[in-house]
């Protein structure tokens, strides 16, 4: 493989090479570099997509067009997933230290969730499913929820749900069931539009692929459209049976960070989380801490104003970030702007 390198200056360049031939991979790759007017440039995407049939000239491509069209969710998705199939978020996931005293935590958000009196325990994933249909559409049915769960609270997943199992919950009936329809009884889940395209190609992967089961593996999961590798763990554990690894969403995210359980660094992303995670967490409680910490984040550590003073671990001073306001915003982002902005008229009027 080669590339030429030079010196950027523009703000925005794109650069093209391919593999030699000697390597015998049909494949051409795209990179992004973006740099103000400096000499070095910061990486910011690289995708590879086949040739056509037909040879392409770098000079006559719309590279943007096809950068944009290479970039399939599925496709990182399914990749993601392969690679999370083992007890690590990827093939090189990073060490982690095993917290001091975090038996002692996670003893303590036990004894705070003892009621079980959350939104994920009365109308989670694991609430969701008709426990009395066959074993086929029970599993099923644990999918849908999760799929329709993404980014939603836990009471619109449930009522939508409910909704579903009246109409008639299997692979057969939402095959038989057109779009319109479809998305008028999920609304008003986040993404209901393109939630109604991935339960029909699902149905169909699974109706063609699985003999309308779903699949008994992580990797098999994620090859279905819109399953990510938290909604692929959790079906194992709840659908399956099988502990296959830890369901990380924004809460158990946000609380690993929070209590330092992912290293001296945080984590940006879930996939990660769960890599540092179970770098040093004990097997065994794989299973628990998804459901205790998300329930722990719904009532007590909460996103924004976590409430501190009735958490166990802030007042025995376990809790590194016992007193924050909020989760760390992202630079650029409104909510960085509106604290700096506060700051900044805070200051004004202390000089004055």
Not at 12 to 29: A, D, G, H, K, R
Not at 145 to 167: G, P, V, Y
Request: with cysteine; net charge positive.
């Amino acid at each position: 493989m080669f590339l030429v390198h030079k010196t950027i200056k523009k703000s925005y360049v794109t650069i093209f090479f391919e593999f030699p031939s000697i390597l015998n991979l049909n494949t051409q790759t795209y990179i992004t570099k973006v740099g103000a007017n400096c000499r070095t440039t910061q990486w910011l995407r690289t995708v590879t997509q086949p040739f056509s049939s037909r040879e392409l000239s770098p000079n006559s491509m719309d590279v943007k067009a096809k950068t944009k069209a290479a970039e399939k969710p599925s496709t990182c998705i399914t990749k993601s997933c392969q690679e999370s199939d083992g007890s690590h978020g990827s093939t090189a996931a990073r060490k982690v230290a095993t917290p001091d005293n975090w038996e002692k935590v996670l003893d303590n958000i036990r004894r705070m969730r003892e009621g079980r009196d959350a939104p994920v325990d009365k109308m989670g994933a694991n609430q969701c499913w008709d426990k009395n249909a066959p074993p086929k559409v029970r599993r099923f049915q644990v999918l849908v929820s999760l799929m329709l769960s993404s980014q939603t609270k836990d009471e619109i997943t449930f009522n939508a749900m409910q909704r579903l199992r009246e109409h008639g919950l299997t692979v057969e009936n939402l095959l038989d069931t057109v779009p319109e329809l479809l998305g008028k009884i999920i609304y008003p889940v986040a993404f209901w539009k393109k939630k109604v395209s991935y339960l029909h190609n699902t149905c169909t992967a699974l109706a063609r692929d699985h003999d309308h089961d779903i699949p008994d593996s992580v990797a098999g999961l994620c090859k279905l459209p819109g399953v990510g590798p938290k909604m692929a763990h959790l079906t194992m554990e709840i659908a399956w049976g099988k502990l296959t690894g830890i369901g990380v969403d924004t809460h158990v995210h946000r609380i690993s960070n929070r209590l330092r359980w992912t290293g001296r660094k945080e984590t940006s992303t879930p996939e990660a989380t769960r890599a540092a995670l179970q770098d040093w967490l004990p097997k065994h409680l794989w299973g628990e801490v998804n459901l205790l910490l998300v329930g722990f984040g719904q009532q007590t550590c909460l996103p924004v104003g976590p409430k501190c003073s009735e958490c166990l671990n802030s007042c025995d001073k376990l809790c590194p970030a016992a007193g924050v306001r909020s989760s760390p915003a992202k630079p650029g982002s409104k909510s960085s702007k509106r604290t700096a902005s506060v700051a900044s008229q805070q200051a004004g009027k202390k000089k004055k």
